[in-house]
């Protein structure tokens, strides 16, 4: 089983300044790419965007209102070793050799004085 920890950050609405990009596309590309590469640099691996509904209250007489967010979905392994968790299918014992930790221990007999 895999074992993630999730992280969600609010997609850009606006298109910063970059050099070299000229269109709108363009810039709000290179947005998401920096946000991105961000996360990435923190161990984060981009899995998608979603757009989400919020309830909102404009105030404390208004009604609520839907509105909708966009986020962009992250995740990061948080298994402490890092080695691949094998699957429950495989069998432990079909592996050419035994892992280090199911080899038997061997312990010196020590002699009791009686």
Request: proline share 10%; aromatic share 8%.
């Amino acid at each position: 089983m895999q074992s993630y920890e999730y992280k969600l950050v609010p997609a850009p609405k606006k298109a910063k300044r970059a050099r070299g990009a000229k269109t709108v596309p363009d810039r709000f590309a290179r947005t998401l790419t920096d946000v991105i590469n961000a996360e990435a640099a923190e161990g984060w691996e981009y899995l998608r965007a979603e757009s989400l509904p919020v309830e909102e209250k404009k105030s404390m007489l208004s009604a609520t209102a839907e509105r909708y967010f966009s986020v962009l979905v992250f995740r990061r392994d948080i298994r402490p070793t890092g080695r691949p968790i094998p699957s429950r299918a495989a069998n432990r014992y079909d592996l050419a050799e035994e892992p280090e930790v199911m080899k038997p221990r061997t312990v010196p007999a020590v002699p009791l004085d009686d």
